[in-house]
């Protein structure tokens, strides 16, 4: 029998560091050199099938311009999982990840798994962020990290099974609290007689 789970994954970054291509090569398995700026968000889903379980993955690829920024909450609600992209070629889209990353912690759930994703690594002669400092600071905001290429497949899909498995691991820390709160209760009831 197949367990199927519902997961909304929302991904945010500057306008051109990738977040469409990303996510065209994971659903799709396509990359487009030119691609059209996002307005407001866009939605796709795909089931990531892993054992006996399907995720199905409601990716919802926002808007990076800053007119649009206001709307990111609307999406950020209600995700499991947050996919943060800056381009490895451009410095300044790394430096607003503290802000991408600000508005998420404001209006997500405390418990949302974030990876941190530098897109472009096949421009890497042209690297403006280390993968050093980029793979630092996702420590620091307890993320994961993924050094990826759109472009040329590379490490796409880690980025989606690095979400599963912080789902999973999520999921039997769940268990085993609930399982130690019953049978606490289950002690005092005992004790109590």
């Not at 866009?42 to 399907?54: A, E, H, L, P, R």
């Not at 409601?58 to 947050?82: F, V």
């Not at 050094?147 to 979400?163: G, L, P, R, T, W």
Request: charge should be positive; proline fraction near 1%; aromatic fraction near 10%.
């Amino acid at each position: 029998m197949q367990h199927i789970k519902l997961l909304k994954v929302v991904v945010l970054g500057d306008s051109g560091v990738g977040k469409t291509s990303i996510v065209n090569r994971f659903v799709l398995d396509k990359f487009e050199q030119r691609q059209q700026i996002t307005q407001g968000a866009s939605f796709v889903q795909k089931d990531f099938k892993k054992g006996n379980k399907i995720f199905k993955l409601q990716i919802w690829d926002t808007a990076g311009q800053e007119k649009y920024r206001t709307l990111g909450p609307l999406y950020y609600r209600d995700s499991e999982a947050a996919i943060v992209v800056y381009d490895i070629t451009n410095k300044n889209s790394f430096q607003t990840l503290q802000q991408w990353i600000k508005d998420l912690k404001d209006y997500a759930s405390e418990n949302i798994n974030i990876v941190l994703v530098g897109n472009k690594t096949d421009l890497i002669e042209q690297e403006q962020v280390s993968f050093d400092n980029a793979k630092l600071y996702a420590k620091n905001i307890s993320a994961k990290f993924q050094y990826v290429s759109a472009k040329e497949n590379k490490n796409i899909q880690c980025i989606f099974e690095d979400i599963i498995k912080q789902i999973e691991e999520k999921d039997v820390i769940n268990v085993v609290q609930k399982v130690l709160k019953l049978y606490n209760k289950q002690n005092k009831k005992i004790v109590n007689l």
